[in-house]
C-alpha cells in the first residue's frame, strides 16, 4: 500500500494564480481531510469528507474548494491564491465509524509558497 | 466544540531524563485521544491512541500516555530520552465528525 499521497510537494504560485494539490489514498477510507500547518499554530482543518459526493467545511475553508468524486480521491482547489495561503498543506484519511475512533494517516505534505 | 491545549510550546530534556508532554482536552462527551509525532519535513504519524479501554496507553519507541478523566488530560510521557525522540508532538481529540488538534510541542533532546 502506498498509503496517502500528495502532490506536488513543493509549489509557488503568484497572488491570484489558481492551482489544485491532490491527495490520493489505497486504504479504502472513507474519511478524508485536508489541513493546514502554520507555525505556533497546530493543524487547522480546511475541508473534510465523509465519503464520495460528501464534503463539508472545517475551521478554515475560505478560498478553498474541494469535491470527492471517488473515494480515493480528494483534491484540494485554490481559487485564487493569496500570500496568506502560504504554509504546509497536508492530506489524511481514516476510517469512519461512530465517534471518529479511528486514527488518521497522513500524507507527507505539499509546501506552498504564494508571493 | 471540543478542543485540546498543550502547554509548553517548547521542551528541552537531556539525554536520558524522563520526557512529559502535557495535554489537557475539553469534550463534552467521552473522547478518543491521540497523540502524533511530526518528525522535520514529514507528515504526521501515529504514536498512541485512547479509545476507553485502558487508561494507560502504550505507544510505539517507549512512550506511553495516561487518561485522567477527573484532570481532563492526557499526557505523553517516555521514561528515557533519546536523541531520535527529537520532533513536533501533537495532541488530538476526535469527535462531532472531526479532529481538533493542539499547537503542538516541540522536543529537544540535549546530548
Same mark, same amino acid.
Given at each position: 500500500n502506498a498509503g496517502v499521497t500528495q502532490t506536488p510537494k513543493f509549489q509557488v504560485l503568484k497572488t491570484g494564480q489558481s492551482m489544485t494539490l491532490q491527495c490520493a489514498q489505497?486504504?479504502?477510507?472513507?474519511y478524508m481531510s485536508w489541513y493546514r500547518q502554520d507555525p505556533g499554530m497546530g493543524l487547522r482543518l480546511i475541508h473534510y469528507s465523509v465519503g464520495a459526493g460528501i464534503t463539508d467545511q472545517g475551521e478554515v475553508p475560505n478560498g478553498y474548494n474541494v469535491s470527492r468524486s471517488t473515494t480515493e480521491d480528494f483534491p484540494l482547489r485554490l481559487l485564487s491564491a493569496a500570500p496568506s495561503q502560504t504554509s504546509v498543506y497536508f492530506c489524511a484519511s481514516s476510517y469512519s465509524g461512530g465517534l471518529f475512533s479511528y486514527e488518521q494517516y497522513f500524507g507527507p505534505g505539499t509546501r506552498l509558497t504564494v508571493t | 466544540a471540543q478542543s485540546v491545549t498543550q502547554l509548553g510550546s517548547h521542551v528541552s530534556v537531556s539525554e536520558g531524563a524522563l520526557v512529559l508532554l502535557r495535554c489537557n482536552y475539553s469534550s463534552s462527551v467521552p473522547p478518543y485521544l491521540f497523540w502524533y509525532v511530526q518528525y522535520p519535513n514529514q507528515g504526521l504519524q501515529l504514536l498512541l491512541k485512547y479509545t476507553? /479501554? /485502558?487508561t494507560l496507553v502504550k505507544g510505539i519507541n517507549g512512550f506511553e500516555a495516561e487518561f485522567k478523566k477527573s484532570e481532563t488530560s492526557f499526557h505523553l510521557t517516555k521514561p528515557s530520552a533519546h536523541m531520535s525522540d527529537a520532533a513536533e508532538y501533537f495532541c488530538a481529540v476526535s469527535g462531532e465528525g472531526q479532529f481538533y488538534f493542539g499547537t503542538g510541542t516541540s522536543l529537544t533532546v540535549i546530548p
Open positions: 489505497d486504504m479504502n477510507h472513507e | 476507553s /479501554a /485502558a
